[in-house]
């Protein structure tokens, strides 16, 4: 089978390739997927960067890629629940990589049944975003109806998905930032006030949120306490680390020490806004994923996609991306359904 896999941290014209591998064999714990489709995440654009090497130190050259639509081919003994011939959805786990390829084995934990309402295309489109927003909103802000919610970069693949779950699904009040292009369009997703910030510095409106869902870090992450109400929350997937996140990565003692030297300043911000802070890794939950596939099914939240490319043109895929333009998500197929 081909498959595109990391050879060198990079660029990336220079850091992968598509290379012919045997097709994996599955374990008693897992099913064989034949690839249809699978999106690009910008956290796999990090990875081949070597931006991750702190946290994800595979043995190169590495399987890349966490988002996955296709159809299953072979399960092992000890599979309940699924059967060849499913077309199923699933995030990758970190240790387990590989979606960008002709087949994919995986642990049933992580799969779950793909939407019967979507394509394949749009269905590879929607792991590691309903998994992120769904663990972002409600694993750690416990959101509730009638909050109100600041969700930046709200045009892009996650930022699209958690407008439409925090307004259709928890019946939440969200403002989000965009660019004056994207501005209107980001609005008929649900959001109920869009801030152009390419016209307009978002702090500087006079509004007050429950939570702040940062999706870029930096100044950001740090900028956002001062936007909170009183007990509300910052929840990141691009800040330092929070006092949990060792734990999250399997750290050695060594590096969880410095780790937690690290994450002091912002553990001290947030006491100091009488806040929480909340850094994480997205974990891959094949019933939390069945969960979104009945969201999706009741037509709550439709996918976003920008653009698909064929796997041939994975590159090109991967530096399109890479720019940061995209309107949704970036699909490539690998085995289209004729």
């Known amino acids: 089978m081909r498959r595109l896999e990391l050879v060198a941290y990079g660029d990336i014209a220079s850091s992968v390739r598509m290379a012919d591998v045997p097709v994996p064999s599955v374990a008693d714990d897992q099913v064989l997927i034949r690839v249809e489709a699978a999106s690009i995440n910008p956290i ?23 988002d996955a639509c ?5 399960a092992g003994a000890a599979v309940r629940g699924l059967v060849p011939g499913d077309r ?26 793909a939407p019967e309402t979507l394509s ?12 992120t927003t769904v663990q972002a909103l409600e694993d750690r802000a416990r959101a ?72 870029l870090g930096g100044a950001t992450t740090r900028e956002s306490f001062a936007l909170l109400r009183p007990g509300g929350c910052v929840v990141s997937v691009a800040g330092p680390p929070d006092w949990q996140f060792a734990h999250q990565i399997d750290a050695g003692w060594l590096k969880a020490v410095l780790l937690h030297g690290v994450a002091l300043p912002m553990q001290w911000r947030a006491r100091r806004h009488g806040a929480r802070y909340y850094r994480f890794l997205t974990e ?3 019933e939390q994923l069945a969960g979104v596939a009945a969201v999706l099914e009741s037509g709550s939240v439709r996918p976003i996609i920008d653009s698909v490319f064929t796997f041939e043109q994975s590159v ?12 949704g998500k970036v699909v490539i197929e690998m085995n289209p359904p004729a």
């Open 120 to 131: 394949a295309t749009q269905a590879a489109s929607i792991p590691l975003v309903a998994l």
């Open 44 to 66: 796999d654009i990090k990875f081949i960067n070597g931006h991750l090497r702190r946290i994800m130190t595979p043995r190169l050259p590495a399987a890349i890629g966490f």
């Open 316 to 327: 090109a895929a991967l530096e399109y991306q890479a720019r940061g333009h995209a309107r």
């Open 284 to 286: 891959s939950d094949g």
């Open 144 to 215: 509730r109806a009638g909050q109100h919610i600041l969700i930046h970069a709200g045009s892009g693949g996650l930022g699209s998905f958690a407008v439409q779950y925090a307004k259709n699904v928890l019946g939440l009040v969200v403002t989000t930032t965009a660019s004056s292009r994207n501005s209107e369009w980001v609005a008929k997703l649900g959001a109920d006030t869009v801030i152009e910030y390419d016209r307009e510095d978002y702090r500087r409106r006079d509004l007050r949120y429950d939570i702040v869902f940062d999706t």
């Open 88 to 113: 199923v959805f699933v995030r990758a786990p970190r240790q387990k990589m590989g979606s960008f390829a002709e087949y994919l084995a995986v642990s049933a934990r992580f799969v779950a049944r």
């Open 70 to 74: 296709g159809i299953i081919e072979d």
